[in-house]
């Protein structure tokens, strides 16, 4: 608010104040026969107007000058010389014209305004870098690590690795403040111990099933999750679905089923290493829940990704040391090396892979931070689409039209599913 300057007034000079309207009067203690006309101020109707109390207090060295308007104005009152003229005022008008001044704060209203617009726009094309970051990763896990099992049979060993350069960028992030370091305590590790083995599992059997049936096929079946998700979350949450969510299951059940019987690439060890990835991942969102529930222990989605994966690596080392061995050595590369790809590209290929996998889990968790649990889903059903042409586009995938059929009923039922959980709210409120 603009305040008034009362510069040509000594500031030894008090005021009484008026019990009918907010004027400033000067005190009749110096001379009872001198009279000035009220100086009256006031503001539009936007604003309130000023106590008197708060002006009491003001002098003119504390106040800027600004230009205000006045009451006619013909003597005023002077403690040293009496009457005297006023000085440094000007009749601009009569009482009418110009008994308020306004104090206008549009500009200030039209810059927020502005900086709202700007600042929607820049948190719409970080979300949109996001997304775009999201889909690109996995396109391109997809197809390294496709091509890395195609002739490297050795799931654990590959599961292990990514999990090792995931880990490596985990403490790289701990290390630099990127993310803040977690303070962990043995309780909490405890809790987090069942959602690491989850871990291991679903992306061992993902890996399983990418290296026995192509990554379309793959990613058909792993688009029965929403399946999966609600029958843990009835058992173990007691999260009962409504009718509309069973009935969007349907769609994506049948498209599934139709889908693997027109397969050429089928074979039951992809199909069912495919399904135990559903079955895992889908224990791990139910166990997080029930982890992320307790207020006084829960952390960012982040943070627990993170812990996940450190501790998944260290699991995992000894099981892939007593079950596969490390075949990471020049032997076993060179016999994988003569199926097709040679020894440097198998090793690029699986640090690729080994990046793009920790940095699509990280990039979703992010994602997931920005934007409603509906919305990260129903980007996910358009993910998995994306990945699903990529592939097959990529490898030269033969596909029948029956087969292409039962892939779109199978994705057009998860986004159905993803958009009737939002109304699932609203039906419980009512």
Not at 78 to 88: A, D, K
């Amino acid at each position: 608010m603009q305040s008034a300057a009362f510069s040509p007034l000594s500031p030894s000079v008090t005021f009484r104040k008026s019990r009918r309207s907010h004027k400033l009067i000067p005190s009749s203690g110096s001379s009872s026969g001198s009279r000035s006309d009220p100086i009256r101020l006031s503001v539009s109707s936007r604003t309130d107007r000023i106590p008197p109390d708060a002006v009491s207090g003001l002098s003119a060295s504390a106040l800027p000058r600004r230009s205000w308007f006045s009451s006619p104005v013909s003597s005023s009152f002077s403690p040293v010389s009496g009457p005297r003229p006023w000085s440094g005022v000007h009749n601009f008008g009569t009482d009418r014209e110009s008994d308020r001044f306004e104090v206008r704060a549009a500009p200030v209203l039209e810059v927020s305004g502005e900086g709202e617009q700007s600042g929607s726009l820049s948190r719409t094309l970080e979300l949109g870098l996001l997304f775009g970051l999201w889909y690109i990763f996995n396109i391109y896990f997809n197809i390294y690590n496709k091509q890395v099992l195609k002739v490297f049979h050795y799931p654990t060993n590959a599961t292990l690795v990514q999990l090792a350069v995931g880990s490596v960028l985990v403490l790289f992030m701990w290390t630099f403040n990127l993310h803040k370091r977690p303070k962990v305590s043995g309780a909490q590790l405890l809790a987090i111990l069942p959602l690491a083995v989850v871990h291991i599992l679903g992306n061992f059997f993902t890996n399983m099933s990418l290296g026995k049936v192509s990554v379309s096929f793959t990613h058909t079946i792993k688009a029965m999750e929403p399946f999966f998700s609600v029958i843990l979350s009835a058992m173990f949450l007691g999260e009962m679905p409504t009718p509309w969510v069973v009935g969007s299951l349907v769609p994506i059940v049948g498209g599934v089923a139709l889908a693997s019987m027109t397969e050429t690439s089928f074979n039951w060890a992809g199909f069912w290493s495919a399904m135990a990835s559903n079955l895992t991942n889908q224990s791990r969102n139910v166990l997080s829940k029930k982890v992320m529930a307790n207020k006084e222990d829960s952390m960012d989605n982040i943070t627990l990704f993170s812990i996940i994966t450190v501790m998944s690596f260290f699991l995992l080392f000894p099981v892939t040391y007593f079950t596969e061995g490390f075949k990471y050595a020049p032997s076993f590369l060179q016999s994988a090396a003569e199926s097709g790809i040679n020894v440097k590209q198998l090793l690029t290929r699986s640090l690729l892979a080994a990046l793009c996998f920790h940095a699509y889990q990280q990039v979703s968790y992010m994602i997931l931070q920005r934007v409603s649990p509906v919305t990260h889903s129903v980007g996910n059903c358009v993910k998995r689409v994306v990945v699903i042409v990529s592939s097959v586009i990529f490898f030269k995938t033969a596909v029948l039209f029956i087969n292409s059929l039962g892939t779109g009923i199978a994705l057009a039922g998860v986004f159905l599913y993803s958009r009737v959980k939002r109304i699932k709210p609203k039906q419980k409120a009512a």
